[in-house]
């Protein structure tokens, strides 16, 4: 089993007893770093001259690992262990969004105005003049976040309820980071049909319509279908955030080791949605050589097995992963832990750039090829060069409300994905520096911009 290295997803609070005497504070701090614990704040709860309570913040990397912490706590003498919170739980307690007013009810003429009767009249106004929607309501700046929990996260098909706390997240991470409004809406279907049909149903409420979690291939049906079927953007953040910020990262990481983007030869290891939906980005930016793996190996025209999807990746060569990487400038995984072996980035030419994007177990630990890579990014948050949507996303719609776009075009997405690479300055690009921090407050407002941009040229702003 790989060792991850401890973080925040596996995080307690534990309160502990201990005399108050010399060495007894040392002897639980010591404790919990033999077994591989990483200590943040020490809390001082109460304490007199013969005892005192304390709370340790202790990051672990599984839950198995934060049980060995615990029980090597208890196991010292004269030193008792209170009580134990799993902040990750605690943080999700009563959900983590709220639904709040953004006017204040303080009197009749205000409620009159917000409500009956005056409301009638804003009700008869779009009525005669339906775009006024936009104007009069919440539709401006809401996106509906959209999952069957057919594939959540690395997790596979959990179903609707346990969806809904990562769409619940995600419209955190929206307001948060975009100033959108959104709202997790989670199907306890997953028919196509009926989640398409549901969409359109529900669609004159939003702005956007953000899919989430729906497995591949159902989800390249519903995502088609819908924008040719919708007024308004249709966004399979799955696909397409994940593309927009690979190709942000590329961009940067093939400035460190000077190789063109026609030039390079590129593998990906996933052909799902998210990598698809890369290497179509990728291409469109220029890649010439692209060879695409999946669980049997290279897309390769012989084979019988593909989707539509797939097949657009067919090529001659036949084999491997392994053999896909030989002579291999960039490795892209989007597939499952542990699938890339040092033996096979040894095979790449020189100055490889490795994008093991696999959650939470990389398809290679970076410590493996640390002096064997150019450049590493992951999607973990502990490592440089966090790959991550939510440099996207948030820009993505925010740009697409501004302009009331009709919908997201190839241009949108390629502009994002510049626009978040120029946020570092060419000579401050470097192999553990190719993509901004997701705290960048920049970064959602210059995708916005190039968003809004790209969309008039488009012909798709309807400002």
């Given at each position: 089993?790989?060792?991850?290295?401890?973080?925040?997803?596996?995080?307690?609070?534990?309160?502990?007893?201990?005399?108050?005497?010399?060495g007894?504070?040392?002897?639980?701090?010591n404790?919990?770093?033999?077994?591989?614990?990483?200590?943040?704040?020490?809390?001082?709860?109460?304490?007199?001259?013969?005892?005192?309570?304390r709370?340790?913040?202790?990051?672990?990397?599984?839950?198995?690992?934060a049980?060995?912490?615990?029980?090597?706590?208890k196991?010292?003498?004269?030193?008792?262990?209170?009580?134990?919170?799993?902040?990750?739980?605690?943080?999700?307690?009563?959900?983590?969004?709220?639904?709040?007013?953004r006017?204040?009810?303080?009197?009749?003429?205000?409620?009159?105005?917000?409500?009956?009767?005056?409301?009638?009249r804003?009700?008869?106004?779009?009525?005669a003049?339906?775009?006024?929607?936009?104007?009069?309501?919440?539709?401006?700046?809401?996106?509906?976040?959209?999952?069957?929990?057919?594939?959540?996260?690395g997790?596979?098909?959990?179903?609707?309820?346990?969806?809904?706390?990562?769409?619940?997240?995600?419209?955190?991470?929206?307001?948060?980071?975009?100033?959108?409004?959104?709202?997790?809406i989670c199907?306890?279907t997953?028919?196509?049909?009926?989640?398409?049909?549901?969409?359109?149903?529900?669609?004159?409420v939003?702005?956007?319509?953000?899919?989430?979690?729906?497995?591949?291939?159902?989800?390249?049906?519903?995502?088609?279908r819908?924008?040719?079927?919708?007024?308004?953007?249709?966004?399979?953040?799955?696909?397409?955030?994940?593309?927009?910020?690979?190709?942000a990262?590329?961009?940067?990481?093939?400035?460190?080791?000077?190789?063109?983007?026609d030039e390079?030869?590129?593998?990906?290891?996933?052909?799902?949605?998210?990598?698809?939906?890369?290497?179509?980005?990728?291409?469109?930016?220029?890649?010439?050589?692209?060879l695409?793996c999946?669980?049997?190996?290279?897309?390769?025209?012989?084979?019988?097995?593909?989707?539509p999807?797939?097949?657009?990746?067919?090529?001659?060569?036949?084999?491997?992963?392994a053999?896909?990487?030989?002579?291999?400038?960039?490795?892209?995984?989007?597939?499952?832990?542990?699938?890339?072996?040092?033996?096979?980035?040894k095979?790449?030419?020189?100055d490889p750039?490795?994008?093991?994007?696999?959650?939470?177990?990389?398809?290679?630990?970076?410590?493996?090829?640390?002096?064997?890579?150019?450049?590493?990014?992951?999607?973990?948050?502990?490592?440089?060069?966090?790959?991550?949507?939510?440099?996207?996303?948030?820009?993505?719609?925010?740009?697409?409300?501004?302009?009331?776009?009709?919908?997201?075009?190839?241009?949108?997405?390629?502009?994002?994905?510049?626009?978040?690479?120029?946020?570092?300055?060419?000579?401050?690009?470097?192999?553990?520096?190719?993509?901004?921090?997701?705290?960048?407050?920049?970064?959602?407002i210059?995708?916005?911009?190039?968003?809004?941009?790209?969309?008039?040229?488009?012909?798709?702003?309807?400002?």
């Amino acid at each position: 089993m790989t060792q991850l290295t401890p973080n925040p997803s596996f995080s307690l609070t534990i309160q502990v007893e201990l005399a108050n005497q010399p060495g007894r504070l040392a002897a639980v701090t010591n404790a919990i770093a033999t077994i591989g614990g990483n200590i943040g704040h020490i809390h001082l709860v109460d304490q007199n001259r013969t005892r005192s309570i304390r709370e340790f913040v202790v990051d672990a990397s599984s839950t198995d690992h934060a049980d060995q912490i615990v029980a090597a706590i208890k196991a010292l003498d004269e030193i008792t262990v209170l009580k134990v919170f799993d902040r990750t739980f605690d943080l999700h307690r009563g959900g983590k969004i709220t639904v709040q007013g953004r006017i204040s009810l303080t009197d009749q003429s205000s409620l009159a105005m917000a409500y009956t009767p005056g409301v009638g009249r804003i009700c008869k106004a779009i009525a005669a003049d339906p775009p006024q929607v936009f104007a009069l309501t919440v539709k401006s700046n809401m996106v509906a976040i959209v999952s069957d929990g057919s594939a959540v996260l690395g997790l596979g098909n959990l179903g609707p309820e346990a969806a809904l706390p990562v769409m619940e997240g995600k419209a955190l991470l929206f307001k948060e980071f975009g100033g959108v409004d959104a709202f997790p809406i989670c199907l306890a279907t997953q028919d196509t049909e009926e989640i398409i049909q549901t969409v359109k149903h529900i669609a004159p409420v939003f702005g956007g319509i953000n899919l989430e979690d729906i497995s591949s291939p159902r989800c390249f049906e519903i995502e088609k279908r819908l924008r040719a079927e919708l007024d308004i953007p249709v966004f399979h953040d799955d696909q397409h955030g994940t593309a927009i910020v690979t190709l942000a990262a590329l961009y940067n990481a093939l400035k460190v080791v000077k190789k063109p983007m026609d030039e390079v030869k590129i593998v990906f290891n996933g052909a799902g949605a998210a990598g698809v939906a890369v290497a179509r980005l990728i291409r469109m930016a220029g890649a010439k050589t692209l060879l695409m793996c999946d669980s049997a190996g290279i897309l390769s025209g012989d084979r019988t097995d593909l989707t539509p999807e797939k097949a657009e990746f067919v090529v001659e060569t036949q084999g491997t992963l392994a053999t896909a990487l030989e002579g291999a400038d960039v490795f892209v995984g989007l597939s499952v832990p542990g699938v890339l072996t040092p033996e096979m980035v040894k095979a790449m030419n020189p100055d490889p750039i490795i994008f093991a994007m696999a959650n939470p177990i990389p398809e290679i630990q970076p410590e493996l090829v640390r002096d064997m890579v150019a450049v590493m990014a992951t999607g973990r948050s502990d490592y440089p060069n966090q790959i991550n949507n939510v440099l996207a996303f948030p820009g993505i719609f925010r740009g697409a409300l501004d302009c009331r776009a009709k919908e997201i075009t190839s241009r949108m997405c390629l502009e994002a994905a510049s626009a978040i690479a120029s946020l570092i300055p060419p000579q401050e690009v470097s192999a553990e520096h190719i993509i901004p921090s997701v705290f960048d407050d920049r970064v959602a407002i210059a995708v916005a911009a190039a968003v809004t941009k790209a969309a008039r040229e488009d012909g798709v702003s309807r400002e």
